[in-house]
């Protein structure tokens, strides 16, 4: 779709925006969102007619892009048969979509307990874990994100988290591991294993480990900085919770349905939990949903026993014909191995290359259609660009990157010291090397705060 420039119109958007919605995350008289006429594929533009291409994927979800047309035709056909049932029944959409994540969910993840989204979704599964085992604490990492329910973000593992702790949640957190920036003062990749783990066994064991119902943890990290876990520690996390009966969740809202280059982040270790929570990429956000893939022996718990908790629209029929028009594109047009192939072949290739030749580039790391780069002030002290949780001037150094990038055509994802390269898992070759010579001419302002 050609984008038609209507200035008129963008005004009367923007105009309404500000009068009457309130933004999420967001001191509300400091912002001016951009106003949206249309997307299409990777891209989507505003009301003057400038085209982006979009590396953040909304909100790393449209993992097939925006108005995908089957996708979009299976929402309007449900929309003329059904457009909503009660949960208590069983609708063809749902149990379509259930019977299909359950097919590519690992082990014996087979009942779907379907949310609006991925922080109830967290919710849900801590309840779920804490109710079969009896026990009120949950642990989870720094440097994680879960969600902006009360659960949810006490949880999560940075700052969007303290305005709402009152230290009442039962979550204690730990360090995960992350080489980059060791707490563990690792050297390799093993040793960064190796301390993680026994770190993570020493809280367990200091916590009282009949105290602990669950760990949660990002697959692979996301929002956070996209830190791959290296090999073993998945496995290790796994042993740990079988050792101590603790209930193992894997948070994949982010990392699912092909964002990694697998149906689901867990495929890359083999490891699996007894629960893991997904949303986004489950239908490219087309229709709010979410959910709990649920393990054989958790869901026995509540065979007999009732499970308390729903939801009004839990298994709505719109998101969950759209779920199924989306996992049914994915298989058919190979979106999960495009992805994967387009990760190894250009993505980490082109963005080593990058870090070789701009000195605000400190590490490039990701999978698949999940990358970051960790931005720095100084390559050998590993100094950030902008201090932790920087805000106004003192984040002067990203904000003027992000708006390089946006001025050369691509929508970054920012966040901290982090630019994230996350485009559709269907992006084209092409798109993605117009993407990352955008990002190049971007970091040469970056480049200028260095030391």
């Given at each position: 779709?050609?984008?038609?420039?209507?200035?008129?119109?963008?005004?009367?958007?923007?105009?309404?925006?500000?009068?009457?919605?309130f933004?999420?995350?967001?001191?509300q008289?400091?912002?001016d969102?951009?106003?949206?006429?249309?997307?299409?594929?990777?891209?989507?533009?505003?009301?003057?007619?400038?085209r982006?291409?979009?590396?953040?994927?909304?909100?790393v979800?449209?993992?097939?892009?925006?108005q995908?047309?089957?996708?979009?035709?299976?929402?309007?056909?449900q929309?003329?048969?059904?457009?909503t049932f009660?949960?208590?029944?069983?609708?063809?959409?749902?149990s379509?979509?259930?019977?299909?994540i359950?097919?590519?969910?690992?082990?014996?993840?087979n009942?779907?307990?379907?949310?609006?989204?991925?922080?109830?979704?967290?919710?849900?599964?801590?309840?779920m874990?804490?109710?079969?085992?009896?026990?009120p604490?949950v642990?989870s990492?720094?440097?994680?994100?879960?969600?902006?329910?009360?659960?949810?973000?006490?949880?999560?593992?940075?700052?969007r988290?303290?305005?709402?702790d009152?230290?009442a949640?039962?979550?204690v957190?730990?360090?995960?591991?992350?080489?980059?920036r060791?707490?563990f003062?690792?050297?390799?990749?093993?040793?960064?294993?190796?301390?993680a783990?026994?770190?993570l066994?020493?809280?367990?064991a200091?916590?009282?480990?009949?105290?602990?119902?669950?760990?949660?943890?990002?697959?692979?990290?996301?929002?956070?900085?996209?830190?791959?876990?290296?090999?073993?520690?998945?496995?290790?996390?796994?042993?740990l919770?079988?050792?101590?009966?603790?209930?193992f969740?894997?948070?994949e809202v982010m990392?699912?349905?092909?964002r990694?280059?697998?149906w689901f982040?867990?495929?890359?270790?083999?490891?699996?939990?007894?629960?893991?929570?997904f949303a986004k990429?489950?239908?490219?956000g087309?229709?709010?949903?979410?959910?709990v893939?649920?393990?054989?022996?958790?869901?026995?718990t509540?065979?007999?026993r009732?499970?308390?908790?729903g939801?009004?629209?839990?298994g709505?029929?719109?998101?969950?014909?759209?779920?199924?028009?989306?996992?049914?594109?994915?298989?058919?047009?190979?979106v999960?191995?495009?992805?994967?192939?387009?990760?190894?072949?250009?993505?980490?290739p082109?963005?080593?290359?990058l870090?070789a030749r701009?000195p605000?580039?400190?590490?490039?790391?990701?999978?698949g259609?999940?990358?970051?780069?960790?931005l720095v002030r100084?390559r050998e002290?590993r100094e950030?660009?902008?201090?932790?949780?920087?805000?106004?001037?003192?984040?002067a150094?990203?904000?003027?990157?992000?708006?390089?990038?946006k001025?050369?055509?691509?929508?970054?994802?920012?966040?901290?010291n982090?630019?994230?390269?996350?485009p559709?898992?269907?992006?084209?070759e092409?798109?993605?090397?117009?993407?990352?010579?955008?990002?190049?001419?971007?970091?040469?302002?970056?480049?200028?705060?260095?030391?």
């Amino acid at each position: 779709m050609t984008p038609q420039p209507s200035p008129e119109a963008g005004a009367a958007v923007k105009a309404a925006d500000r009068a009457h919605v309130f933004h999420s995350w967001s001191a509300q008289d400091l912002i001016d969102p951009l106003a949206v006429a249309g997307a299409e594929g990777s891209y989507f533009w505003d009301y003057d007619g400038t085209r982006y291409l979009d590396f953040t994927s909304g909100l790393v979800y449209t993992n097939i892009g925006y108005q995908h047309p089957k996708v979009v035709a299976a929402i309007q056909e449900q929309a003329a048969r059904m457009t909503t049932f009660a949960p208590a029944f069983a609708i063809e959409a749902r149990s379509e979509a259930a019977r299909l994540i359950a097919e590519r969910t690992p082990g014996d993840l087979n009942k779907i307990f379907f949310t609006n989204g991925g922080a109830d979704a967290v919710e849900h599964a801590v309840r779920m874990a804490r109710l079969h085992t009896g026990r009120p604490k949950v642990l989870s990492a720094y440097r994680s994100y879960h969600g902006g329910t009360q659960q949810a973000i006490n949880l999560t593992g940075d700052p969007r988290r303290w305005a709402s702790d009152g230290a009442a949640a039962g979550v204690v957190h730990f360090w995960a591991p992350f080489l980059y920036r060791s707490r563990f003062y690792a050297e390799t990749e093993e040793q960064e294993c190796a301390r993680a783990l026994e770190h993570l066994e020493t809280t367990i064991a200091f916590e009282g480990p009949a105290t602990i119902a669950a760990i949660v943890l990002e697959t692979v990290p996301g929002t956070a900085g996209i830190m791959v876990p290296p090999p073993g520690y998945l496995a290790g996390v796994r042993e740990l919770c079988d050792k101590y009966g603790i209930v193992f969740v894997l948070d994949e809202v982010m990392a699912g349905f092909g964002r990694t280059g697998e149906w689901f982040a867990a495929d890359l270790s083999g490891v699996i939990p007894d629960l893991m929570t997904f949303a986004k990429g489950v239908n490219s956000g087309y229709v709010p949903l979410g959910g709990v893939a649920v393990s054989g022996e958790i869901a026995e718990t509540f065979g007999k026993r009732p499970y308390p908790g729903g939801l009004t629209y839990s298994g709505h029929p719109l998101a969950c014909a759209a779920a199924v028009a989306t996992i049914n594109v994915m298989a058919q047009e190979g979106v999960v191995e495009n992805a994967r192939r387009l990760g190894e072949s250009v993505v980490g290739p082109a963005l080593a290359e990058l870090a070789a030749r701009h000195p605000s580039i400190g590490e490039v790391r990701g999978v698949g259609m999940f990358w970051a780069l960790e931005l720095v002030r100084n390559r050998e002290t590993r100094e950030p660009l902008v201090p932790y949780n920087a805000t106004g001037e003192a984040n002067a150094p990203m904000a003027a990157f992000a708006a390089a990038a946006k001025k050369h055509g691509v929508w970054p994802f920012v966040n901290m010291n982090r630019t994230h390269v996350v485009p559709p898992c269907n992006v084209s070759e092409a798109e993605l090397k117009e993407g990352l010579a955008a990002l190049d001419a971007a970091l040469t302002v970056a480049d200028e705060y260095t030391v």
